[in-house]
Every structure is written in structure tokens, then in C-alpha cells.
């Protein structure tokens, strides 16, 4: 079964500044992976979603970089801004389930500092 | 556009009583619809999914059921609450097509006391 960890759970970082979110998963044979935002006290918003044939999405100020053969993804955020303050999640398919069965990871908080 | 709608947003039910949380899917037909609940401290995880009126599949064992009675319908229930049963609910749905992303509701907030 597909296990996903993030690390660090938490993150706090002064506004301007680059960061990265790190995702691993267990099973290589992955065929996509997603990156999602979650505010306080709400649903989850998909930021990215990377096929297996890919290796990077990119939307904005975010860029999601996807490795197979390592079992590793990372969430980058450019400049980061005080509204990017949430918690980030990335989840790969749970196989033998429909695609919307997802593993997640427990997320990492960010908070970005004014 | 398609938008995704689940209620209440909030509750509190004492412990024993029966639960019924709703969601609905507009701007689209035969979606797959899932149930998911996130547990202080604990990632989502997925209780149910629908891939079509009637057809429920249970990921993992409890106190809940769920049901499709229309296409773009999903009730989560239970008839009598544990206190293991607080959490935030999430519904979700995808396309049936594969390789889409998946659109999360606001949730719903339980608190069993």
C-alpha cells in the first residue's frame, strides 16, 4: 500500500523568501501525484497535479517536480507572501481504487512571516 | 462550472445520536463521489467512494455508511455516534475519466459529545 510522508510538518519563513516542501511515497509505479492547500477550518484546494510521464508543473509562483525513481516530490513557492500561510499536502493514488482514492500526507504547516 | 456543496458546515451531536451529512455535485453527470475524514493529528483518509447511483465501496471498517440515491448526490450516515467519530468530513468528487484532478467540498465540522 502507497505511503506518503512530508517533511517538515511545520515551516515559518519571513516573507520574500524561496522555500521547498518535500513529499517521498513508497511506490514508484506512481502515475500521478498531487500537491493541495488547505486553510484553516476548510476544504482542500488542488495547487498542481503531475502525471508520471511529467517532471515539473508549474502555476504561478509555485513549480511541483516529480522523481519516480527516487519516490520523492517537492513543492517550491517563489517569493513567498503572507497569504501563502496554510497547510500543504500531497497525496499519490492508492492503487486497486478509483482515482479519487488518495494516500496523503499529514501536510506541512507554512507560515510566512510580514 | 462545476461546484461541490456539503452541509451543515458545523455540528455537535451527543454521542448515540444518528448523523447524516450531505453532499452535492452540480455541473456535471455520473462523477465518482468520495467521502473523506480527517482526524486531529491524522492525515485524510478515505471512508467511501461511489462510482454510480447505489454503488458504494467502504475503504475501511466503522461506524458510518454512505449512500448514492441520485447521480450527483452522497450522504454519509450513521445511526448511533461514537466519540471517535469527531472529525472534518470532506466530500470530494473526480471525473470519470482518469488522470483529473479532484474537487474538495468545505467540509463539515462534527463534534460527538
Redesign the interface.
Known sequence: KQE?TQIPAALSVPEGENLVLNCSFTDSAIY?L?W?RQDP??????LL?I?SSQREQTSGRLNASLDKSSGRSTLYIAASQPGDSATY?C?GP?YG??????I????TKLSVKP | SQTIHQWPATLVQPVGSPLSLECTVEGTSNPNLYWYRQAAGRGLQLLFYSVGIGQISSEVPQNLSASRPQDRQFILSSKKLLLSDSGFYLCAWTPTRPGNTIYFGEGSWLTVV
Do not use: E
Not at chain 1, 477550518?41 to 488542488?46: D, Q
Open positions: 506518503v500521478n498531487q493541495f477550518g476548510k476544504g482542500l484546494t488542488s497535479l502525471q499536502l497525496a492508492n481504487g478509483s482515482q479519487g482514492n488518495l496523503f500526507g499529514k501536510g
